[in-house]
């Protein structure tokens, strides 16, 4: 079965700072989403990135996918307390439409 | 707005109820995931569901059941709740169209047995 493992599992920055989180997969990647969750709510989605190579952006999140490193990254430029929360990724296993996710990343942003 | 909504967002159950856990999708979904999320665990697939009435076991079934009655409805049954079920649930949809989706989720449902 496909495995997603993030790194790193917390994070803690200062207001302004820029961050990474990586999401390295066991197995090739077919489709891989980014999400955010606020504690104790649900899942919002970010973004999705499907070829390899391809990079998206949303305000100041911009989200890149190597295909050959099964690897996405998440980069935060400039962060801001609203940026708070875990961030997670998922990834089409190529089984009936069934997303598998990484473990989380927990992120905070300091004033 | 789409919206994938729980019926809860806090529950307490005591050991050995029945309960029912509740998820409505407006967005004509055919798919719809149940999950647990757990700290160091992320989340796992519990049980899913292509269509009405289809139901599929996920990672880790033993101790739920779900039902689909309606293509927008799918229901996460907790046969006789126990401590190690204390979790939060959540619930997601997802369009099987051409092209690419993600899911989209519920706010979740944080359920304590206790």
């Known amino acids: 079965s496909q495995e997603l493992e993030q790194s790193p599992q917390s994070l803690i920055v200062q207001e302004g700072k820029n961050l990474t989180i990586n999401c390295t997969s066991s197995?090739?990647?077919?489709?891989l989403y980014w999400y955010k969750q606020k504690y104790g709510e649900g899942l919002i989605f970010l973004m999705m990135?499907?070829?390899?190579?391809e990079e998206k952006s949303h305000e100041k999140i911009t989200a890149k996918l190597d295909e050959k490193k099964q690897q996405s990254s998440l980069h935060i430029t400039a962060s801001q307390p609203s940026h708070a929360g875990i961030y997670l990724c998922g990834a089409d296993t190529g089984t009936a439409s069934k997303l598998t996710f990484g473990t989380g990343t927990r992120l905070q942003v300091t004033l | 707005d789409v919206k994938v909504t729980q019926s809860s967002r806090y529950l307490v159950k005591r050991t050995g109820e029945k309960v029912f856990l509740e998820c409505v999708q407006d967005m004509d979904h055919e798919n719809m995931f149940w999950y647990r999320q757990d700290p160091g665990l992320g989340l796992r697939l519990i049980y899913f569901s292509y269509d009405v009435k289809m139901k599929e076991k996920g990672d880790i079934p033993e101790g739920y059941s779900v039902s689909r009655e309606k293509k927008e409805r799918f229901s996460l049954i907790l046969e006789s709740a126990s401590t190690n079920q204390t979790s939060m649930y959540l619930c997601?949809?997802?369009?099987?169209?051409?092209?690419?989706?993600?899911?989209?989720f519920g706010s979740g449902t944080r359920l304590t047995v206790v």
């Open positions: 990135l499907q070829k390899g190579g």
């Open positions: 197995k090739t990647l077919y489709g």
């Open positions: 997601a949809s997802r369009f099987t169209g051409g092209g690419w989706y993600g899911y989209t």
